[in-house]
């Protein structure tokens, strides 16, 4: 598990990189989702390169140091978001400019196949999200100002936990989990902590800490994401 434990993934080429060696993946590319499931990396869609394939993913098994692609035609090109919630990952893609339908799928390893998401469940995914270790799934909302979502999966519905200020942080936001934590961070790198310990039980979750914002407000996050193997 040492080996594993120092791999890291350089995006701008596609090159899986540890202090022994090295493994390029196939497919690579810009844009696409990055996945920890079963102890494998999964490298889903992705654009820029003249040999990428938006319909592909790539496994990467840091047992055999190797890639395996994969193709399936229900992978769309336009990735916004990818979660790992019940031993599946999820992949969110662009909404519609027409509609406000949000598309998304999902693949199961027991079959190798991706399949649509659960509407109930697809429907409240409206912005960045994160799963906790206690499997639960969060949703910042920034359509209508700043609300931190929760799914219930047992009642199957969406709750909201809390509102941010805007004093706090400026939109657009990411978010990332560390432990019972979940950190917004937001243009300038502005970032607030949720304390999700009590977040059970709707408005009892809290603002444990902010940091100001570090760079000039012209600084968007791209992206944020916590994985592990």
């Known amino acids: 598990m040492g080996l594993i434990d120092s791999i890291?993934?350089?995006?701008?080429?596609?090159?899986?990189?540890s202090k022994k060696r090295k493994s390029?993946?196939?497919?690579?590319?810009?844009?696409?989702?990055?996945?920890v499931l079963n102890g494998k990396i999964h490298a889903i869609g992705g654009l820029g390169s003249k040999s990428s394939d938006p319909h592909?993913?790539?496994t990467y098994d840091p047992h055999t140091n190797s890639w395996k692609s994969h193709t399936d035609p229900n992978i769309v090109p336009d990735?916004?978001?990818?979660?790992?919630?019940?031993?599946?990952?999820?992949?969110?893609?662009?909404?519609s400019t027409l509609t406000s339908h949000v598309y998304a799928v999902v693949y199961d390893p027991s079959s190798g196949t991706w399949q649509h998401g659960d509407a109930d469940m697809v429907s409240g995914w409206r912005g960045p999200a994160v799963v906790v270790p206690d499997g639960t799934l969060y949703v910042l909302d920034q359509s209508l100002g700043t609300r931190l979502m929760m799914w219930r999966k047992k009642s199957r519905e969406w709750v909201a936990i809390g509102r941010l200020s805007p004093l706090l942080t400026r939109p657009p936001?990411?978010?990332?989990?560390?432990?019972?934590?979940?950190?917004?961070?937001g243009k300038g790198l502005s970032t607030v902590v949720f304390d999700i310990g009590n977040a059970?039980?709707?408005?009892?979750?809290?603002?444990?800490?902010?940091i100001p914002k570090l760079t000039s407000d012209?600084?968007?996050?791209?992206?944020?994401?916590v994985l592990a193997v």
Not at 8 to 17: I, Y
Not at 24 to 33: E, I, L
Not at 82 to 95: A, F, H, N, P, Q
């Open 79 to 95: 990735i916004e978001d990818s979660i790992v919630l019940d031993e599946k990952i999820y992949i969110r893609c662009g909404t």
């Open 173 to 185: 936001c990411r978010i990332v989990a560390v432990g019972e934590r979940i950190f917004v961070i």
């Open 200 to 210: 059970g039980n709707p408005g009892c979750v809290r603002v444990s800490s902010s």
């Open 24 to 35: 390029k993946r196939k497919n690579s590319g810009c844009y696409f989702a990055c996945e």
């Open 218 to 225: 012209d600084d968007d996050v791209i992206s944020c994401k």
């Open 8 to 17: 890291h993934f350089e995006e701008n080429n596609g090159t899986l990189v």
């Open 56 to 58: 592909s993913w790539d």
